[in-house]
């Protein structure tokens, strides 16, 4: 009806029917109006909005974050929207496939694929592709398992198709299939175009005839395209900001369980039936207060949850169909949004004042309904994390009942969605409007809720409407609200993953929105940088920056970026303020705040990320706003240096190494190294020789955990921080910190070596002896895009050939749904004897003492947990040319070690004989099969590791861990194990 109104009148608000709600009334309404309403009823479609290119075209502003969202959990189903079709009857196969073909070839959605491209995501649209059907024979008992197998298998939205359509035939000749789609190419409104669809072309094949379907005139592109030249969803915003301002990000329904850092999306869901006359009685209320059912049943769930939770203030999500002109009625693709609906609940009040209030809410948000919910998220949120859906944690949504019989081939079909065993958000409350009666499902995140829980809000939720609706003018009863235990929050000061703010089609905003947050000062990016705010710099001759020694209460977190109290946006690291504190007096009155740890210009070169570069990347990507691939290496100086030369120093380095002068973008949807011509590092300095030795300690020791916990941004640079702490006239502290894309151990070693040369070069007034480079890191990525590594992959897929996929390692907490990251280590050492007893048993048994010593950890692994089939990663270098001795980067990678060894493999066994043999066999293969991608070619052995001296002053260097536990690669994205950054 919106849409023919919107048609036949022009731009009248659809939603003057709730002003107006009988016919007449409408009819007057709408006679009246003169001027546009302001409500688009969609989106306008000017004939000249097409896609800027052929084939190509923006993501609708609604598919964007859903499209960050897939990444964000990649390689799940939790997108997958799969409906069963069981036909009663025999149909032909072959014309199924062919009416399918029609279909697709008419909606472009059917045949998009999305890539980020470096402005952003957009969709890639091709003229025609290979169905994706498929068809299998099976017993009648096997049909619901082959189903639901279809239905969790993902999609690729790089490469696509984003759709499946499984067939199984049952002996008696009946289809049953399953039609797979990804939710950004589908909808609900979607279901009907096509079936009707469907069954046209079947039928016009069946006969021999063209099909009589309508010519569409428009196209999902162009619907995308021309969002971005209407105002309306920008207008809109305003009236979100203001109804939403000081909402809480929060859900208001206690959970039985602490928060993962990630949501899993794991659920459950439990079904329900409102009785006859709760259902009648909620039609006569809704009636009655020119309301819509839904408005009833949505206010009886705000007294629900307010009831369990002691809140008056509520936001429900409510999802929306954008179809709200008759051209977009037929078209399949993706048309919804979610509306925050914010609704107060006054515990005194009577339930048809709730009603009146919940309906008021419902229409102001239907009258606003085209600004994208995470464009609304973004707006009124400060702090959007990765353990939940932004804003609206629990959604409320009402699907009327097509009562339509489907058949196709006078076949005659029954539908139904299959549930995944996904939740997208905490709670979802689904209501199928029968007509007379309602039913549905309470859809759970089950780790969060338990199935008790759940199910005694379902009864609480029908005993309030079966109480309430048939009496409404009398005050709500005084319930208390539900003991429900409030869950411990982990104690955490790691950082948990970002939201992702999409871009704009046109490249402006940012592509992620970082957390916000007072952190402690070794807990990540956005920790106090100093524990008691004092001012450390001084600003030491030299033109080298200073770090900032206190921010004010106001300001954003050191690393994130705010604004301070006069509006600038500052962060630590990017830019800064003159500030002055408590403690300052008497050693600075003032300090130099960070510019820049150097800036980058020109690229000069572009090159492929090699493979281990790419597993980083995605990393990134899929953990932005995180440290926890940073590689910090501190410097402990006796003796005089001077920063200055220091800087310049660093300056050669950075011009000798490509690496070091590369930042990492996006290419025709495909990350690159970006080389950059210049690259100008500083060193930050602060200078704590006023302080009190004890105190100098501290603080450093606070400098030096924020600095190492703040993470880089690979699309910007430089991935190299260096930071220099006077302790004393003649004692100096280094901090280096690095990110592991473009650093391993080995660099380490080079790194020491060049800026150790360079700096007693220009000491003493010559030129630097360092040995030409003859290629650069670029290079080896480069060879190693056209090698093959079949024959390496094959030998890993036998090796590991039936491994177990899981090391079920005792532990004394439950394992999280998402790994956090966070984690501590142990030092240990061997005694001197028992060191001298490994190498003896190595040395005879012809294996080295790493090999002992993997033996006698596979031994007690097997003792902990009585597994005898067990997989050790070990991280190796793959540096096997002698070119690549003095470069910079990711140069190494995990290799597999099985070890097969039994309860009863004595450790000489396990070292060099039986079982232990073979371990050292599969070690050895390790080192010569390995997963990378570099030129061919063997090389020497590897130098051991040399200790430097700068002149006059001696090093003691020590690699800080960041209190961080190296993650996984995922496994939507990645194929081998993360390397390691030692």
């Not at 925050?340 to 239907?366: H, I, N, T, W």
């Not at 409350?429 to 338990?450: A, H, K, Q």
């Not at 290799?895 to 309860?903: I, L, R, S, T």
Request: hydrophobic letters at 40%; glycine letters at 8%.
């Amino acid at each position: 009806m919106i849409g023919r109104v919107f048609d036949d009148f022009g731009m009248v608000s659809p939603y003057a029917i709730f002003d107006a709600p009988t016919l007449a009334a409408f009819a007057a309404a709408v006679s009246a109006t003169e001027e546009p309403a302001g409500v688009s009823a969609g989106v306008p479609l000017p004939q000249e909005a097409q896609p800027a290119a052929p084939g190509t075209a923006p993501l609708s502003k609604f598919q964007r974050g859903l499209f960050f969202l897939d990444h964000w959990n990649a390689g799940a189903a939790t997108y997958n929207v799969p409906w069963v079709f069981r036909f009663q009857g025999s149909v032909d196969p072959e014309l199924l496939r062919g009416a399918l073909e029609v279909v697709v070839s008419r909606h472009a959605p059917l045949r998009t694929v999305f890539v980020l491209e470096e402005s952003g995501p957009r969709q890639r649209i091709s003229d025609r592709i290979t169905l994706p059907f498929t068809l299998v024979d099976a017993a009648a008992d096997r049909v619901d398992g082959l189903i639901a197998e279809a239905a969790r298998q993902p999609f690729e939205l790089e490469t696509g198709p984003l759709f499946r359509v499984d067939a199984v035939r049952t002996p008696d000749d009946r289809l049953t299939v399953v039609f797979t789609f990804h939710h950004l190419v589908w909808d609900e409104g979607s279901l009907p175009v096509l079936e009707r669809e469907l069954q046209e072309a079947y039928q016009a094949l069946a006969e021999g005839r063209p099909h009589r379907l309508p010519e569409l005139r428009v196209d999902y592109p162009a619907y995308s395209a021309a969002q971005y030249t209407d105002g309306a969803a920008e207008a809109q915003l305003g009236y979100w900001q203001e109804v939403l301002r000081g909402v809480a990000a929060d859900s208001a329904l206690p959970t039985d369980h602490p928060r993962p850092d990630q949501q899993a999306f794991r659920g459950a869901q439990h079904r329900y039936a409102l009785p006859g006359e709760t259902a009648l009685a909620v039609r006569e209320l809704a009636r009655s207060e020119d309301a819509t059912p839904y408005m009833v049943l949505l206010a009886a769930l705000a007294l629900t949850l307010h009831r369990r939770s002691g809140r008056t203030d509520l936001v429900v999500g409510a999802p929306v169909s954008l179809r709200g002109r008759a051209e977009l009625s037929d078209l399949i693709g993706y048309f919804v949004n979610l509306l925050p609906l914010r609704m107060q609940v006054d515990p005194g009040a009577s339930f048809r004042e709730l009603v009146r209030q919940v309906r008021k809410v419902c229409v102001g948000g239907y009258r606003n309904q085209d600004a994208p919910f995470d464009d609304i998220a973004g707006l009124v949120l400060d702090d959007r994390t990765g353990d939940r859906i932004p804003l609206c944690q629990i959604v409320f949504e009402l699907h009327p009942t097509d009562a339509r019989e489907l058949s196709v081939g006078g076949v005659p079909v029954s539908r139904e969605i299959h549930l995944n065993d996904v939740s997208r958000f905490d709670l979802t409350i689904s209501v199928d409007d029968r007509g007379t009666g309602f039913t549905g499902r309470f859809e759970y995140d089950s780790d969060l809720f338990e199935a008790a829980t759940i199910a005694g809000l379902r009864d609480d939720w029908l005993a309030t409407l079966a109480e309430l609706t048939p009496a409404p003018a009398v005050p709500t009863p005084t319930v208390p609200a539900l003991t429900v235990p409030a869950p411990a929050a982990p104690a955490s000061a790691v950082p948990r993953r970002s939201w992702w703010r999409p871009c704009r089609p046109d490249g402006t905003g940012g592509r992620r929105h970082h957390a916000r947050g007072a952190r402690p000062a070794a807990g990540g990016p956005g920790g106090q940088l100093l524990p008691d705010r004092r001012q450390l710099a001084r600003g030491p001759a030299g033109g080298h920056a200073a770090l900032p020694g206190d921010r004010d209460p106001g300001s954003a977190a050191p690393g994130v970026p705010g604004q301070d109290s006069t509006g600038h946006r500052r962060a630590v690291g990017r830019a800064g303020a003159d500030r002055s504190g408590p403690g300052a007096a008497g050693r600075s009155e003032r300090s130099t705040a960070v510019t820049s740890y150097g800036e980058f210009a020109g690229v000069v070169r572009q090159a492929p990320l090699s493979g281990l570069q790419r597993g980083l990347w995605f990393l990134d990507q899929w953990n932005p706003g995180a440290a926890t691939y940073n590689i910090p290496w501190i410097f402990e100086f006796d003796g005089p240096l001077e920063l200055p030369l220091l800087e310049a120093a660093l300056g050669t380095v950075v011009r000798r190494h490509d690496s070091l002068r590369t930042t990492f973008g996006l290419r025709d949807g495909a990350p690159v190294q970006l080389v950059h011509e210049h690259g100008t590092p500083r060193i930050v300095s602060a200078d704590l020789s006023a302080l009190p030795p004890a105190e100098q300690a501290e603080q450093a020791e606070a400098l030096i955990a924020a600095q190492a916990a703040t993470p880089f941004e690979l699309e910007k640079g430089p991935l190299i921080r260096v930071t220099a702490i006077r302790r004393s006239a003649g004692r100096l502290t280094l901090a280096i910190v690095v990110h592991h894309i473009v650093w391993d151990g080995w660099s380490s070693d080079v790194f020491e070596r060049e800026l150790s040369e360079c700096y007693s070069a220009l000491l003493e007034g010559r030129a630097a002896r360092l040995p030409e480079l003859t290629m650069q890191y670029p290079d080896c990525a480069e060879a190693a895009a056209e090698e093959s590594f079949e024959e390496h992959l094959t030998y890993w897929k036998r090796q590991l050939s039936g491994a177990p996929a899981l090391l079920e390692l005792p532990a004394d907490r439950p394992r999280p749904p998402a790994q956090s990251y966070r984690g501590h280590t142990e030092p240990f050492g061997l005694a001197t004897g028992t060191a001298a007893r490994v190498r003896e048993l190595a040395e005879a048994e012809g294996v080295t003492p790493f090999i002992v010593m993997l033996s006698s950890f596979a031994l007690l692994l097997n003792r902990f947990t009585g597994a005898t089939d067990l997989v050790i990663g070990t991280p190796v270098t793959t540096r096997n040319r002698p070119e690549l001795e003095n470069l910079f980067r990711l140069l190494r990678q995990p290799a597999a070690a099985a070890d097969p060894a039994g309860p009863g493999d004595d450790l000489p066994r396990a070292a060099g004989a039986g079982p232990g043999d073979r371990l050292r066999r599969i070690r050895l293969s390790g080192h010569a099969v390995r997963r990378d991608r570099r030129p061919s070619g063997a090389g020497p052995g590897h130098p051991a590791p040399r200790w430097s001296k700068w002149s006059s002053a001696p090093t003691r260097r020590t690699v800080n861990r960041c209190g961080s536990a190296r993650p996984p690669r995922p496994a939507a994205s990645a194929r081998t194990a993360p390397p390691s950054s030692t």
